[in-house]
């Protein structure tokens, strides 16, 4: 296969002073176009794919989970609010924090949950 597509390639004519003005035009464009496309696959992709991860993650929030927060703080959502948590770091000590400051959900709780159904 790759060797007929280089030999394809090598019949074609080269691209010189004669050449009509598309194909300088296209043959300039090809490269950056191709860049924008390699990045778009391997950086903005996946960076959008992890944000709408981690959205989910922090809409799904609910008392009982245990969290990390971006600081590295270990503790547990005592309360959900709109904007905020209140989470409890130690006994007798909660602290109200952006829903932002939570980097990951180490453990949910089983509070409210159904059993999967066996269809």
């Known amino acids: 296969m790759m060797t007929s597509l280089t030999s394809i390639l090598a019949m074609a004519p080269p691209i010189g002073d004669n050449a009509p003005e598309w194909v300088k035009m296209m043959n300039s464009l090809l490269f950056p176009i191709l860049i924008f496309v390699v990045f778009y696959f391997m ?11 981690t959205q989910k993650m922090l809409e799904s929030l609910r008392s009982g989970d245990e969290i990390v927060t971006t600081s590295g703080i270990l ?21 109200e924090m952006l829903r932002s400051a939570i980097q990951t959900v180490t453990q949910r709780s089983n509070k409210g949950e159904q059993p999967a159904s066996k269809n």
């Open 43 to 53: 950086l903005i992709r996946p960076q959008q794919k992890k944000q709408k991860e």
């Open 75 to 95: 503790g547990t959502v005592t309360n959900v609010k709109e904007k905020t948590v209140v989470v409890r770091i130690a006994d007798n000590v909660k602290v």
